[in-house]
């Protein structure tokens, strides 16, 4: 037997409904908003994520999937979705469409990580991107509909929280003040911590390891360095949200784990399923599109991880809406049968309706003890004295009745009864 890989799931038929629920619900968010759904390919050239997301970022550094491929062109699984949105956004020249330009994707993203309880070499987010507006309304509008999504599942057990990480300018000084405080500490920090103490010393104060997180509590805040403009911006951020009823609380510890961001970042966090609580997280990325060879185009997204929200719903006990079951197992007692009972079926297909019946040439007994599995709301028993007739007991499985219905009007007898 050959065993799935280590940080990869199956979705079991029985289980699809969940995942076809949390999608349902990603879409019908993203249309209120106006978002139109966008698909990029699962690999992209890597230089676009060590540009995209950042050479000092864990993800870069340590988590890609990345390959040669055939004819020698370094190739990288996505490990996020925004880059390669924004790679489409700058490629298709996108920025001479309508602004704002709202998307959505669903996409699977690959990181090499140490899988754990919500944390998977595979995974799946659901994310919206926005190019073109830099107001803060647009911060305001992308935070309301991912609390908006996070309604429309169910979940309530999450907190907001939100954080201005600034723009080049005021983080440039944020950066040095951050360098000074931790060279103070930098023979007891760990040796990623050493080496983003360099390269990146605003990477440090996402560090998980006790000994950093103590240094790190006494950090300068990225908050008392805002430049005027990116303070004004967050403050105006805030008060849409407070109009809006949106709860949060201001941390000034999240930074996010990729590069391009700029002001407004934010999180939604859970204590409900382990260590890795963190379901959505995203913010504004004005500097990403220049990056990346495009003009000067702001932007602002999110994305949240799928497993991560089935993993919150089962454990707070979300209940997700009952999957779909047959209206009607139709079996035959013999051959003759069994083919009248196929082309009913086949037209109640074609109507639209679920029905099913015997493909395995069982007797009655288990072809009913088939449809009870299959949770069939109807079923009727088909034989010589049915053929004859052209008529055909139902019987409601939920209470036991049944009632004779002509073959040409099972349909109509089933839009009515289900
Ligand atoms: P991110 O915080 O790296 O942001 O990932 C977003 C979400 O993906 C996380 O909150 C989490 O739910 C899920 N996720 C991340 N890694 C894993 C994993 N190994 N296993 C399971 N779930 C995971 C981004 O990816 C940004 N692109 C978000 C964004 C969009 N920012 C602006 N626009």
Not at 66 to 73: E, I, P, V, Y
Not at 220 to 232: F, G, M, R, T
Request: glycine share 8%.
């Amino acid at each position: 037997m050959i065993n799935i890989p280590k940080g990869t799931k199956d979705v079991l038929p029985d289980q699809s409904y969940k995942w076809q629920f949390i999608e349902d619900c990603a879409r019908s968010t993203a249309a209120a908003f106006g978002m139109k759904e966008v698909r990029t390919p699962v690999f992209e050239h890597t230089e676009l994520f060590l540009r995209g997301v950042g050479d000092t970022t864990d993800i870069v550094n340590k988590e890609m999937y990345t390959f040669l491929d055939k004819g020698g062109r370094s190739i990288t699984l996505k490990p996020e979705g925004t880059a390669g949105v924004a790679r489409m956004f700058v490629e298709k020249g996108l920025s001479s469409a309508a602004l704002p330009l709202k998307a959505y994707y669903i996409t699977p993203c690959y990181r090499y990580e140490r899988p754990q309880a919500g944390r998977l070499r595979e995974f799946h987010q659901f994310g919206i991107e926005m190019f073109g507006a830099s107001a803060p309304s647009a911060d305001a509008e992308v935070i309301f509909a991912a609390s908006s999504f996070l309604q429309k599942l169910g979940i309530k057990d999450t907190r907001l929280e939100i954080n201005s990480i600034g723009c080049k300018t005021c983080r440039a000084e944020y950066n040095a003040a951050l360098r000074k405080y931790f060279s103070g500490y930098s023979e007891k920090m760990c040796p990623v911590c050493r080496e983003r103490l360099e390269k990146n010393p605003l990477r440090i104060l996402d560090c998980k390891e006790e000994e950093c997180r103590k240094i790190i509590s006494g950090a300068p805040s990225i908050l008392d360095y805002l430049c005027d403009d990116c303070a004004a911006h967050f403050s105006s951020v805030r008060s849409l949200l407070d109009k809006q009823g949106v709860q949060y609380t201001v941390n000034s510890g999240i930074v996010r784990g990729l590069d391009y961001y700029t002001r407004t970042v934010f999180e939604f966090v859970s204590t409900a399923i382990g260590a890795q609580g963190t379901v959505c997280g995203g913010g504004r990325y004005d500097g990403l599109i220049s990056e990346l060879g495009g003009s000067s185009v702001p932007a602002i997204g999110f994305a949240a991880g799928i497993e991560r929200l089935m993993l919150l719903m089962e454990n707070t006990g979300v209940e997700f809406p009952q999957p779909p079951v047959p209206a009607i197992y139709v079996a035959g007692m013999d051959d003759d049968s069994r083919a009248e009972a196929f082309s009913i079926v086949n037209g109640l297909r074609q109507k639209g309706l679920c029905a099913e019946t015997d493909l395995m040439n069982r007797s009655v007994k288990a072809q009913m003890k088939y449809a009870d599995k299959t949770g069939a709301k109807f079923v009727a028993v088909i034989g010589g004295e049915e053929l004859a007739d052209r008529a055909v007991n139902i019987k409601k499985m939920s209470d036991g009745t049944s009632q004779s219905v002509a073959f040409e009007d099972i349909y109509n007898y089933l839009k009515q009864n289900i």
